[in-house]
């Protein structure tokens, strides 16, 4: 990993485009904090959100299930099954719980992550 600046203002590689499996997450180490990246099929979109898991509170959403009700992608926690919308990082199942979301790009068939403002 590659950091552009100490204070994360700028982007940080990740990883290539090539090392994520479309429909299936991969937990990465950001700015010293787990960070779940996920390349969904269905929107041709990569989301990256925290991967502690408020309920089950363990590092998994990683090995969350991606599905998508009324046009919202989420991942489903392996745990308990909560969903987060994968874009805002809100739980479906319980508005007390929302994950952080970062921003996420694709430079260069680099997956680039910058905190979220």
Aim: glycine content about 4%; charged content about 20%.
């Amino acid at each position: 990993m590659m950091e552009n600046n100490l204070n994360n203002t700028t982007w940080t590689d990740i990883c290539t485009l090539s090392d994520l499996t479309p429909n299936a997450g991969v937990c990465a180490l950001f700015n010293k904090q787990q960070v779940a990246i996920f390349l969904c099929k269905q929107t041709d979109n990569v989301y990256a959100v925290a991967n502690f898991d408020p309920f089950g509170e363990a590092n998994v959403l990683s090995r969350g299930l991606i599905g998508s009700t009324e046009d919202i992608t989420y991942v489903a926690s392996p745990l308990y099954k909560q969903r987060f919308n994968l874009s805002t990082g809100e739980c479906l199942d319980s508005s007390e719980h929302r994950l952080k979301t970062f921003n996420v790009r694709i430079e260069s068939n680099q997956v680039q992550l910058k905190e979220a403002s």
